[in-house]
T-cell receptor
Framework: GAVVSQHPSWVICKSGTSVKIECRSL??????MFWYRQFPKQSLMLMAT?????????EQGVEKDKFLINHASLTLSTLTVTSAHPEDSSFYIC????????????FGPGTRLTVL | ELKVEQNPLFLSMQEGKNYTIYCNYS?????LYWYRQDPGKSLESLFV?????AVKQEGRLMASLDTKARLSTLHITAAVHDLSATYFC???????????????FGKGTKLSVIP
């Protein structure tokens, strides 16, 4: 149980295009999903927190208009990188949890984005 | 603001040896987590520590938590090559409201176990 999937697992795109990454909780309802970014050999940095049916809360320094997050259902959140540039190339990982007090966040397998 | 510091950041050890990774956090946290990450992969949950004095063990790994010292340790016993990976600790903030129950990660410890 508690499986989180991400799609695609990797994507290569040209500079200036937009890329959508999906995060799904397969066997549980996720009231909250988190989006992280990880640069090579670095730690995970929280980008935003999304709660189903409401606007995402972005961390300081993360551009809301560039990283669009939608959490339209209890099993799906999407991250759209708009007008991607090479500096957006990174490993994007989502996680999901059920209730706020629940101990665990369940992590997806990650999406490797390369912007040429 | 919750901050998490791990040390060492790099650890090269011989098979069969023991070592400890340390994780300090700056303010009150109600949960402490340890994860493993293999190259190109996402995080694998190892331990969740819930209270002061908590100790959990799985195979050659043992994690402990001292909430008074704001310190968690991950002890590796008789290391084997398969344990080579990057290990992250993360602390969960405990306040309510916006940003509640978020995880703050340490920088990670890259462990290399040498035959």
């Amino acid at each position: 149980g508690a499986v989180v999937s991400q799609h695609p697992s990797w994507v290569i795109c040209k500079s200036g295009t937009s890329v959508k990454i999906e995060c799904r909780s397969l066997d549980f309802q996720a009231t909250t999903m988190f989006w992280y970014r990880q640069f090579p050999k670095q730690s995970l940095m929280l980008m935003a927190t999304s709660n189903e049916g409401s606007k995402a809360t972005y961390e300081q320094g993360v551009e809301k208009d560039k990283f669009l997050i939608n959490h339209a259902s209890l099993t799906l959140s999407t991250l759209t990188v708009t007008s991607a540039h090479p500096e957006d190339s990174s490993f994007y990982i989502c996680s999901a949890r059920t209730a706020p007090w629940y101990n665990e966040q369940f992590f997806g397998p990650g999406t490797r984005l390369t912007v040429l | 603001e919750l901050k998490v510091e791990q040390n060492p950041l790099f650890l090269s050890m011989q098979e069969g040896k023991n070592y400890t990774i340390y994780c300090n956090y700056s303010t009150t946290s109600d949960r402490l987590y340890w994860y493993r990450q293999d190259p190109g992969k996402s995080l694998e949950s190892l331990f969740v520590l819930l209270s002061n004095g908590a100790v959990k063990q799985e195979g050659r790994l043992m994690a402990s938590l001292d909430t008074k010292a704001r310190l968690s340790t991950l002890h590796i016993t008789a290391a084997v090559h398969d344990l080579s990976a990057t290990y992250f600790c993360a602390a969960r903030n405990s306040y309510s409201g916006a940003g509640s129950y978020q995880l703050t990660f340490g920088k990670g410890t890259k462990l290399s176990v040498i035959p």
